[in-house]
C-alpha cells in the first residue's frame, strides 16, 4: 500500500525558509518522480516543481525558480521541499505527488497536505 | 505553458442526476489528459487517466472523454459523496498545468 506522509504544519515570518518532508513506503522509491503542488486558500493547484531521485534531477517552475529546492533522501524514501524568501502570497497547503517514469506529471498518489502560514 | 479551461465554474446537480464537465486545452494534449477530485479539507484523487482510463477503485459512474483539445468527465448518477471539486489537468506538455476547477454542488 502506498503511503506519503507529509511533516506538520509550519507558522514562518516573512523572508524565513520552510522546509516541508514527504515520507513514501510502498514501493521503490527511486524509480518514481515527486512533485510538490501547492494550493493556497480557495484557489486551484499550482506545480511548484519535482525530482526524479534515481537519476538526481530536479525541474522546477518558473514561478518559484531560484527560491525552492527540492531534494530526496534514497535512505529514508523522503522527499523535501524547501522554499526561501517567504512572502505573504506562500501561505498555501503544500502537497507531495508521486508519478512514474513514463508520466511525470501524472499523479496518482499524493501526501496529506501540510499547511505553511506566512505572517508576520 | 499549456492553458487549461474548465466550465462552468460552478454546476448545481440534484443528487441522482447527470453531471458533465467539460475542459479545454489551449492546444492539443493527444489524450495526456487526467481529472482529479477535491473534497474540503483533503488532497486531490485521482480519478481519470488517459482521458478515458478510470483509476483504481474508482466507480464505474464516473466517465471520461475527448481528446486533442477537448474533453468531458461525466458522473452518470450523483451520489452524495460526489459534491467536490473536480480539477482537469495535461500531462502531455512539461509543466503540467491544472484547470481552475470545477465545483459540483447540491441543487
Known amino acids: 500500500q502506498v503511503q506519503l506522509v507529509q511533516s506538520g504544519a509550519e507558522v514562518k515570518k516573512p523572508g524565513s525558509s520552510v522546509k516541508v518532508s514527504c515520507k513514501a513506503s510502498g514501493g521503490t522509491f527511486s524509480t518514481y518522480t515527486f512533485s510538490w503542488v501547492r494550493q493556497a486558500p480557495g484557489q486551484g493547484l499550482e506545480w511548484m516543481g519535482g525530482i526524479i531521485p534515481i537519476l538526481g534531477t530536479t525541474n522546477y517552475a518558473q514561478k518559484v525558480q531560484g527560491r525552492v529546492t527540492i531534494t530526496a533522501d534514497e535512505s529514508t524514501s523522503t522527499a523535501y521541499m524547501e522554499l526561501n524568501s517567504l512572502r505573504s502570497e506562500d501561505t498555501a497547503v503544500y502537497y507531495c505527488?508521486?508519478?512514474?517514469?513514463?508520466?511525470?506529471?501524472?499523479?496518482?498518489?499524493w501526501g496529506q497536505g501540510t499547511l505553511v502560514t506566512v505572517s508576520s | 505553458e499549456i492553458v487549461m479551461t474548465q466550465s462552468p465554474a460552478t454546476l448545481s446537480v440534484s443528487p441522482g442526476e447527470r453531471a458533465t464537465l467539460s475542459c479545454r486545452a489551449s492546444q492539443s494534449v493527444t489524450n495526456n489528459l487526467a481529472w482529479y477530485q477535491q473534497k474540503p479539507g483533503q488532497a486531490p484523487r485521482l480519478l481519470i487517466y488517459g482521458a478515458s482510463a478510470r483509476a483504481a477503485d474508482i466507480p464505474a459512474r464516473f466517465s471520461g472523454s475527448g481528446s486533442g483539445t477537448e474533453f468531458t468527465l461525466t458522473i452518470s448518477s450523483l451520489q452524495s459523496e460526489d459534491f467536490a471539486v473536480y480539477y482537469c489537468?495535461?500531462?502531455?506538455?512539461?509543466?503540467?498545468?491544472f484547470g481552475q476547477g470545477t465545483k459540483v454542488e447540491i441543487k
Open positions: 505527488a508521486r508519478g512514474d517514469s513514463n508520466d511525470y506529471f501524472l499523479f496518482n498518489y
Open positions: 489537468q495535461q500531462y502531455n506538455n512539461w509543466p503540467g498545468t
